[in-house]
């Protein structure tokens, strides 16, 4: 698979990284259900088995427990893969997730994660969200310190915008921005440019929009989805939204069908199709998941194609401005 530099560092990324938002399981205000631990570190064997090079996880995904999963998986690898995590988001005893950015929190959360992850250095460490906005300063300049004590090899940030990028730049090189972008999502495509420019990579998550862009959500699979799973409570997949964001997927299958492909493939293949994308964090639970995306790797799209795709979200667009 090829590889494509992030930024100005020297991490090459192959196209696809692997994501374990799922892998925390679920009982967490932002849970995807339950999750079979061994299943995970399966399918995590399986992603750099095809090729992966970069798992990106975070503290808060599971309160902790997806971390300790790649930590899990990680063991008695001859070849580990490039290893991104996160900060800013806390919680306390009773599980209520809030935000940190002071200096102390975060020397202590990259404490925690190298502990949980069982690594000696994180390859990418990013703020999770730019929250509380007054001490994203802070922050930043504790993940700096991070780097200069080599507990941390790049910072980047997620969530972010262009205003609050300058803000921080001052303090120390970003390597990355970690957004969400997809054909349902795409807010930061203004912001491009300026990565561009600047030498930011992008690595985008979300980019099949949490399976809604698969082709695989019905309305009556949204209405099995276990009681802990935080999609239930997302307006893309509720009414009066969610019938129009079903309608636009059924009119990909032509597209995909042109490409003897799949709408995951395709998906994932939009969302890498502008050149300052780096390469797009895929979620996976199963190895099954994770065979079936990562042809997008390879998977051109043509312009033609393309601008048929910003078509029909135009006329998605349009209809979500009458409801």
């Known amino acids: 698979m090829e590889t494509r530099q992030l930024g100005k560092s020297d991490l090459y990324l192959t196209p696809i990284g692997l994501g374990t938002w799922a892998m925390g399981g679920g009982d967490w205000a932002f849970g995807w259900g339950p999750q079979d ?8 064997h399986k992603a750099i088995d095809l090729g992966i090079n970069w798992i990106d996880t975070a503290p808060v995904y599971g309160l902790g427990h997806s971390e300790e999963v790649v930590g899990r998986a990680l063991k008695g690898l001859s070849a580990k ?31 925690d994660s190298l502990r949980r992850l069982g690594v000696d250095v994180i390859d990418l460490y990013q703020i999770h969200w730019p929250n509380p906005k007054d001490q994203i300063e802070e922050g930043w300049d504790a993940v700096a310190r991070l780097i200069q004590a080599g507990k941390v090899r790049y910072g980047g940030v997620s969530n972010f915008s262009v205003q609050q990028i300058e803000r921080i730049q001052p303090i120390h090189p970003i390597t990355s921005l970690q957004p969400p972008y997809s054909m349902l999502k795409c807010w930061i495509e203004d912001s491009l440019p300026f990565c561009k420019e600047n030498q930011i990579g992008v690595i985008p998550y979300s980019p099949m929009q949490k399976g809604l862009l698969t082709g695989k959500i019905t ?21 009066p939204e969610l019938s129009i964001n079903l309608e636009f997927v059924d009119r990909l299958h032509p597209i995909a069908e042109k490409y003897g492909t799949t709408l995951s493939q395709l998906a994932v293949a939009w969302t890498l199709f502008r050149p300052e994308i780096t390469g797009a964090i895929v979620g996976g639970r199963c190895p099954d998941q994770i065979e079936e995306v990562v042809g997008a790797a390879g998977f051109h799209l043509y312009k033609d194609d393309y601008d048929e795709i910003e078509q029909l979200l135009d006329e998605r667009k349009k209809r979500l401005q009458t409801i």
Request: glycine content about 4%.
């Open 37 to 44: 631990d061994e299943v995970s570190i399966y399918t995590i």
């Open 81 to 111: 893969p490039y290893i991104a995590t996160k900060c800013s988001r806390v919680w306390d005893s009773d599980g209520k997730i809030g935000s940190n950015l002071s200096k102390k929190n975060i020397l202590k959360e990259a404490d």
């Open 219 to 239: 309305k009556e699979r949204i209405e099995s989805l276990s009681a802990d799973d935080h999609r239930k409570n997302d307006p893309m997949f509720q009414e």
